[in-house]
């Protein structure tokens, strides 16, 4: 089976790691070709690469539709996000003369309040009116787009990671680290954390990623004289080892779909303390796996983290949850499985 997936992104980030599970898992069932790029990080799980860049320009269009008519071979086309079905649909005038079967894929939580209010309706708009030519979506939490886009097109597969790449420190970690990972941006929040750090003393804080937002950070670190305390990591390919030094996972965004971060953290043991955001509340049960902060409030958030510092047996209940959790339900296998069932569905 071989299917074509359309994905422009010029960073690495959540849709792009779907993607490369996705690769991965149904390697020997399904040979994917890429059009677009993932990012800065290879693509060679991918062939043919037609590389084309996600810009909107009309030269661009054609070149989307001049591949579009010569993959007489491929069995599905997998719009992955909402710029590749943006861009497919005004290539293709609408998917007019689009034969073979499209599923497209919703990443980000479509009540995403990052822009303006027109924006906002005018993309609820186009979504609605776009999915009516596609196959099938996929979401990938149950709060990323409501039903009534799509009726009777849309399925939920939960993000999935590998279980045997994340998986738990045998040693407990020397310090107390507290570890966030994403863009260094306004949406993730870091700056809640380094303002919990002036009321944790003995709090050290790990931050993965890279961003417009890092001198800033930085600045506000030694503003309040915990500089030291802060380590930015930059941005990490391989973030298994990462998650295995650290002692909590904080998810602290105003703005998401269902973040990987987390779903890496949890199979690697540890507990997550996060806002009730996006597909988090699908994953995490308060007092099970983790905590969730009602507000933006350091104080608050430092009262969460020495809890978790002193109270060892809740701790490490948490995090045996954690790993738990992952492996019944938000395995990539999983999330694998379904997504060649829902392709094989509509070619049956």
């Known amino acids: 089976m071989k299917a074509l997936i359309f994905n422009f992104s010029s960073v690495f980030g959540g849709q792009e790691r779907y993607l490369i599970n996705l690769a991965h898992a149904l390697r020997g069932s399904i040979e994917f070709g890429l059009v677009g790029s993932?990012?800065?990080?290879?693509?060679?799980?991918?062939?043919?690469?037609?590389?084309?860049?996600?810009?909107?320009?009309?030269?661009?269009?054609?070149?989307?539709?001049?591949?579009?008519?010569?993959?007489?071979?491929?069995?599905?086309?997998?719009?992955?996000?909402?710029?590749?079905?943006?861009l497919v649909a005004l290539a293709t005038f609408g998917f007019m003369g689009v034969k073979t079967p499209v599923v497209y894929v919703q990443h980000s939580n479509v009540e995403d309040k990052q822009s303006g209010l027109y924006k906002q309706l005018f993309r609820k708009f186009i979504l609605r009116l776009l999915l009516k030519n596609v196959d099938k979506v996929i979401r990938v939490s149950d709060s990323t787009l409501p039903l009534s886009y799509a009726h009777g097109k849309i399925i939920t597969i939960y993000n999935g990671v590998d279980p045997a790449i994340f998986f738990p420190s045998k040693n407990k970690p020397s310090k107390f680290i507290a570890l966030m990972v994403g863009a260094l941006n306004h949406n993730k929040n870091q700056l809640l954390a380094i303002r919990a750090l002036q009321y944790v003393p003995d709090l050290y804080l790990k931050l993965a990623g890279d961003g417009p937002l890092r001198k800033e950070l930085e600045q506000e670190a030694h503003h309040l004289g915990v500089h030291n305390r802060v380590e930015?990591?930059?941005?990490?390919?391989?973030?298994?080892?990462?998650?295995?030094?650290?002692?909590?996972?904080?998810?602290?965004?105003?703005?998401?779909?269902?973040?990987?971060?987390?779903?890496?953290?949890?199979?690697?043991?540890?507990?997550?303390?996060?806002?009730?955001?996006?597909?988090?509340?699908?994953?995490?049960?308060?007092?099970?796996?983790?905590?969730?902060?009602?507000?933006?409030?350091?104080?608050?958030?430092?009262?969460?983290?020495?809890?978790?510092?002193?109270?060892?047996?809740?701790?490490?209940?948490?995090?045996?949850?954690?790993?738990?959790?992952?492996?019944?339900?938000?395995?990539?296998?999983?999330?694998?499985?379904?997504?060649?069932?829902?392709?094989?569905?509509?070619?049956?």
């Open 232 to 348: 930015f990591l930059g941005q990490i390919n391989d973030m298994a080892p990462v998650y295995r030094e650290a002692s909590v996972c904080l998810m602290l965004s105003k703005n998401e779909g269902l973040p990987f971060a987390i779903l890496e953290a949890m199979s690697s043991g540890l507990p997550i303390i996060s806002t009730k955001v996006g597909g988090v509340p699908e994953v995490i049960r308060e007092g099970v796996e983790g905590y969730y902060l009602d507000r933006d409030d350091p104080e608050l958030l430092s009262r969460i983290l020495i809890k978790l510092q002193t109270e060892n047996e809740m701790a490490e209940r948490m995090k045996q949850a954690a790993r738990k959790r992952i492996e019944e339900k938000f395995t990539q296998e999983i999330m694998a499985e379904k997504t060649l069932q829902v392709i094989k569905d509509i070619l049956n």
């Open 38 to 86: 993932i990012g800065d990080v290879s693509d060679e799980k991918f062939k043919p690469v037609y590389r084309i860049s996600g810009s909107f320009a009309l030269q661009n269009r054609r070149n989307i539709r001049k591949v579009l008519q010569n993959t007489g071979d491929v069995d599905c086309f997998l719009l992955n996000g909402n710029r590749a079905l943006y």
